[in-house]
């Protein structure tokens, strides 16, 4: 096994990145094998195990980086400023749920049976630290919000999750059927957010 120095390893670990979301946006993760990705990066397969135990690592690691790219745009976008009013939040509800949509690598999401197989195949903590991370973006931002007046004073936990699992809803579309679907995720931003935000004219002074 040949040894690499610290910026040779920077340098696989990176091209493994970029043509390893290529490639699983291109063709999915099913169809995407391990001997795709190091002839796409140029090592030998026995090389990408030591960066990675399996391809779905590798993909997980993609989408915790997508996530985290979108949580800072959305950040920027919604919560930088003042407090938000019921349209603005629900516009932030319903870019989440475009966003999803609408990207290619995260859309492969709603396949509930290439979810259940990812996450199967990832060990247990690797998930756990994806849900600290949401937790740990979203808590300052909802305090925030409770500080300003403008979210209610409800458990900040509770609303974190009340936000994941909203999201997580989203993505049972082949469940709640394509006829409703649209109907019902906007009935669940009008509620989320009646019952979360307080409009600024109601703030008191």
């Not at 259940?116 to 060990?123: D, V």
Request: hydrophobic share 40%; no cysteine.
């Amino acid at each position: 096994m040949p040894r690499f120095n610290e910026q040779e390893k920077v340098k696989i670990r990176l091209d493994l990145q970029q043509k390893g979301k290529h490639l699983f946006t291109v063709f999915g993760l099913k169809k995407t094998s391990i001997a795709d990705l190091t002839k796409a990066a140029g090592i030998a397969q026995g090389t990408f195990y030591l960066f990675y135990s399996s391809k779905e690592e590798l993909y997980f690691e993609l989408l915790e980086q997508e996530e985290e790219t979108i949580r800072g745009q959305m950040a920027e976008t919604y919560f930088n400023g003042g407090p938000l009013s019921r349209e603005r939040f629900k516009q932030f509800l319903r870019e989440s749920l475009a966003v999803l949509e609408s990207n290619p690598f995260l859309r492969q999401l709603y396949d509930e049976e290439f979810a259940e197989s990812l996450f199967r195949k990832l060990p247990a903590d690797k998930l756990e630290n994806n849900f600290t991370k949401d937790a740990d973006d979203l808590l300052p931002v909802i305090k925030k919000g409770q500080q300003q007046g403008w979210i209610k004073p409800q458990n900040p936990e509770v609303i974190v999750s009340m936000i994941r699992s909203f999201i997580l809803l989203s993505l049972q579309k082949h469940l709640i059927g394509d006829k409703h679907y649209r109907d019902t995720m906007n009935l669940f931003i009008d509620l989320i957010t009646d019952g979360l935000i307080i409009e600024t004219k109601e703030i008191e002074p």
